[in-house]
């Protein structure tokens, strides 16, 4: 069943603060953003900002969606979110950030290597959460 007509409904779902909801929104998000690009890229900035919230469940979902998109334009967007979560205090939200550092390499490698992606993961192996380096 196609239900890529309720994405401008969806679009206004996603300042919820309800979690279950939040990730359901952010779910049908990443499953439509091929199809409907220019609606996809509104979100952006939610997620950008969500991505910095206090929860880190908020933290991890937003960036984990954010990198989930799909779509070239969203590179520029995506970087910074996940520069920051690759030093947060949460473990959930650093290995989310690792598995988006992957995404961002399948996507567009020559802004992996620009960011210089690779050192990072490198660090990362440190990592005191044994979650955090698997996913290295």
């Known amino acids: 069943i196609d239900v ?4 401008t409904e969806m679009m206004l779902a996603i300042e919820t603060r309800d979690l279950v909801i939040k990730k ?13 690009p220019d609606l996809a890229q509104m979100c952006t900035n939610t997620l950008v900002k969500d991505s910095g919230n206090e929860d ?16 070239p334009q969203m590179i520029e967007y995506t970087s910074e979110p ?4 690759l030093q947060d205090g949460h473990a959930y939200v650093r290995k989310t950030g690792v598995m988006g550092i992957l995404k961002m390499y399948h996507l567009n490698r020559e802004e992996f290597d620009r960011k210089a992606f690779t ?7 440190r990592d005191p959460d044994s979650s955090v380096v698997s996913n290295c």
């Open 4 to 7: 890529s007509r309720l994405f």
């Open 24 to 36: 359901m929104v952010y779910l049908f998000l990443c499953n439509y953003a091929e199809t409907h």
């Open 56 to 71: 880190p469940m908020v933290r991890g979902l937003a960036l984990r969606a954010l990198c989930s998109l799909r779509l």
């Open 82 to 85: 996940l520069r920051r979560s």
């Open 119 to 125: 050192d990072i993961l490198y660090d990362m192996l």
